[in-house]
């Protein structure tokens, strides 16, 4: 789950983290009092929406020559004329896809002079299996460009589980940060809280881009991104609040009320299947034959007749759905249960695409008769690649 900067940066001020006061608007009539509050003399109008490149995004509604979803401010009438033109409109970014997303949020924040900018993230490290910080003097662009052009300028430092970050760790990430002075300083009680902050909140990533130094020597956090592990959030109440439903896939709200792994994709074959490790070869057996998945969809082991249900409505739902492959191998999941799943729910929302159903496994001819004698137009299929090349010549 991912939240809104402004409030990642209130969690990190929580922790003892330094950020630039703000306010968050969510409405236009709030900004004078805003502004007044913050004083000035620079403020800064900053979108919120879950999806970075914001500086340099462009409004669809404002044209080309527009500034974009980050704004400086030198008065209060610029102040508001900024908030005037961003809230409602669509922000297009490098990671928000042509589409856009429309900023129903802003963040006045007070504007840093800033030296210089700095890169510092902290993530769980799978080849180390470690949580670890990546830090860069390269901060404020595309890290992924700087990733490409000049790798040696990213560092990796893991942290060990039993000491957190000491003073070796502190050390080593003023080193790759190059800090001295006020910001080494800083950074000895800064690294440490976002270390804390992230493990005590299950966070899976922590982007701070950028980290900046002051003119005055001193480190704040200007950018901040943070995602949690959706499997650890029950235990963080206080962090489900900050959930933002309107900036989710609609369909994935849906599944998570089923408890379904979905994940909505780009392409035309919507998938149900059971298990991680299937979804993922339907997926790359869908690519294979020339065709890309409209989602992964993992049913899970026991699921129910109601939850394959509401799974196939989930998929149909999509309009970009032009054909649906389901591939169920019953182990636990029994065949019959999909099935009758899958013919209540084309009988309650109907079937516009075609269908081809591969069932293998536990109460596999129970399943097979059912769909038989269901009276449904299914394409059937003997095996993956079997099913993956029928529904992909049936889409066209
Ligand atoms: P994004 O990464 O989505 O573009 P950032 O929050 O990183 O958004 O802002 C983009 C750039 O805007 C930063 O790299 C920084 O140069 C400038 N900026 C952001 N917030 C402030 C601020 N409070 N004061 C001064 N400059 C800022
Ligand atoms: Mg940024």
């Not at 509604?61 to 610029?78: H, I, M, N, Q, T």
């Not at 804390?196 to 020597?217: C, Y």
Request: a negative charge; charged letters at 25%.
């Amino acid at each position: 789950m991912n939240i809104h900067e402004y409030q990642a940066k209130a969690l990190l001020k929580s922790f003892g983290a330094p950020v630039a006061d703000g306010v968050p608007l969510l409405d236009a009539s709030d900004a004078p009092a805003a502004a007044d509050k913050l004083g000035g003399p620079v403020w800064v109008v900053k979108s919120q929406i879950h999806a970075g490149g914001r500086g340099k995004g462009k409004f669809k509604e404002l044209g080309p020559d527009a500034k974009g979803g980050v704004r400086l401010a030198f008065s209060k009438d610029e102040v508001l004329s900024h908030v005037g033109e961003m809230l409602g409109n669509t922000l297009v970014t490098k990671q928000t896809g042509p589409a856009g997303k429309q900023v129903n949020r802003l963040y006045l924040e007070d504007g840093a002079d800033i030296e210089s900018e700095l890169y510092c993230s902290i993530l769980v490290n799978r080849e180390t299996g470690k949580v670890s910080f990546v830090a860069s003097t390269e901060g404020g662009m595309d890290i992924e460009a700087v990733a490409e052009e000049t790798p040696e300028k990213i560092h990796t430092i893991d942290v060990d589980v039993e000491t957190g970050v000491d003073d070796a760790t502190v050390a080593k990430l003023n080193a790759a940060f190059e800090l001295t002075g006020a910001a080494a300083e800083d950074g000895k009680s800064l690294f440490p809280i976002l270390y804390k902050a992230f493990t005590e909140k299950d966070m899976s990533l922590l982007e701070i881009n950028p980290l900046i130094v002051m003119k005055d020597g001193h480190l704040r956090v200007l950018d901040a991104k943070v995602s949690f592990d959706g499997n650890a959030l029950f235990r963080h109440p206080d962090v489900m609040e900050l959930r933002d439903k309107t900036e989710e896939d609609e369909k994935e709200i849906e599944a998570s009320k089923y408890d379904l792994a979905y994940v909505a994709l780009d392409g035309d074959i919507g998938c149900m299947v059971n298990g991680a490790g299937l979804a993922m070869a339907t997926m790359d057996i869908i690519k294979l034959y020339g065709k890309e998945p409209a989602n992964f969809l993992d049913v899970g082991g026991g699921a129910t007749t109601e939850k394959v249900t509401a799974a196939f409505k989930i998929i149909t739902a999509d309009p970009n759905v032009k054909g649906i492959l389901v591939n169920i191998f019953g182990g636990i999941m029994r065949c019959d249960v999909i099935a009758e799943g899958v013919v209540q729910a084309v009988k309650d929302v109907g079937l516009q695409v075609p269908l081809v159903v591969r069932l293998e496994g536990t109460k596999v001819e129970e399943g097979k008769a059912i769909i038989n004698s269901s009276g449904l137009n299914v394409i059937a299929a003997d095996d993956l690649d079997d099913a993956a090349q029928k529904i992909v010549k049936a889409v066209g």
